[in-house]
């Protein structure tokens, strides 16, 4: 099986690195500048049992070649648009394409483009790049979920199941993918926009007068607009994500606020944009999350 790992972050370099390492065919595309670090350095892997490195397959836009089995998408959802044209030439009739993005709406071009090939995917990990452009896992957490997004895993999906299971991570085929990746923007939406919006970590919001009620807050209505919008919630399930948050034991940041502390671009519009217009659409009132909304677009301007 021929694997495509668009992107070469924290979580395409590690996963992609834990499929190779195992012996799976897998070719990283990257741009220019990752291109050359990579080709300088290896890809390196810092993790809490140790440091290291592999040399991995590399490729740039417009250099590949055949066709891929299984091309999976691990860039910012504002790199969408141009993974989606760099891919487009070596997809094939059999080719699957998994997409490990935040949000919804990029479910939606995929199946505008590529039709039933779009798959469901997810990861869990806490991880970033460091200084020298090596993947720092920063806890032992490392799980993807995977399936079909209408829930049928056909034959051509086990083949993707086992090819991911022989890598040394927490594999999850499901049949109810659609549901985990609600639930998954449930929880990183609360914890960006929580985070974006009091300049904090959830030990410091959760600590300040107010912290919890705003937590709260941001967390009902986005349950309330993905509930609207199709979500069949799982109590069970949206408590732990609630129980997981409202910790004030546990410093929490998400991505999007270590990205905003850098002065880096960031997923405001994919991440909550799109949850309120979501929520316009079908008459939720979000004032905090049109608040968190507001903040965001204004620091982008700013950058």
């Known amino acids: ?7 070469a972050g924290a979580t395409g370099g590690y996963f992609g690195a834990r499929l190779a390492q195992a012996g799976r065919d897998v070719t990283f595309l990257v741009r220019e500048r990752r291109f050359r670090q990579l ?10 049992q140790g440091v290291e490195k592999l040399q991995p397959q590399l490729a740039q836009a417009g250099s590949l070649s055949g066709t891929y089995d299984l091309i999976i998408l691990t860039v910012k959802s504002f790199g969408l648009a141009q993974a989606i044209e760099d891919i487009a030439p070596v997809v094939g009739e059999q080719t699957l394409i998994m ?18 090939k779009a798959i469901g995917g997810l990861v869990k990990i ?26 049928h895993n056909d034959a051509w999906l086990q083949r993707v199941d086992e090819a991911l299971r022989a890598a040394s991570v927490d594999t999850f085929f499901t049949d109810n993918i659609i549901s985990e990746l609600w639930e998954k923007w449930l929880l990183l939406s609360t914890l960006g926009a929580v985070c974006c919006l009091a300049r904090g970590d959830t030990q410091q919001v959760l600590t300040a007068d107010g912290g919890e009620a705003l937590l709260r807050g941001i967390f009902s209505e ?17 408590a732990k994500i609630l129980e997981l948050l409202n910790n004030p034991a546990t410093p929490m940041t998400s991505s999007m606020y270590r990205d905003l502390t850098q002065g880096y671009d960031i997923e405001a519009e994919q991440v909550i944009g799109d949850l309120v217009e979501r929520a316009a659409r079908h008459g939720v009132s979000v004032p905090l999350l049109n608040a968190v909304n507001v903040n965001l677009q204004v620091y982008l301007k700013s950058r």
Not at 1 to 7: A, C, D, E, P, T
Request: overall charge neutral.
């Open 39 to 48: 080709k300088e350095n290896g890809l390196v892997l810092r993790t809490p």
């Open 1 to 7: 099986m021929r694997i495509l790992i668009v992107g």
């Open 222 to 238: 986005v349950l309330a607009t993905i509930t609207a919008d199709g979500y069949q919630p799982r109590p069970a399930v949206t």
């Open 99 to 116: 997409p490990i993005l935040n949000g919804m709406r990029h479910i939606d071009r995929l199946r505008e483009r590529f039709g039933d």
């Open 126 to 151: 806490n991880a970033t790049l460091g200084e020298q452009g090596e993947v720092v896992q920063m806890t032992p957490l490392h799980q993807i979920y995977y399936g079909a997004l209408d829930g």
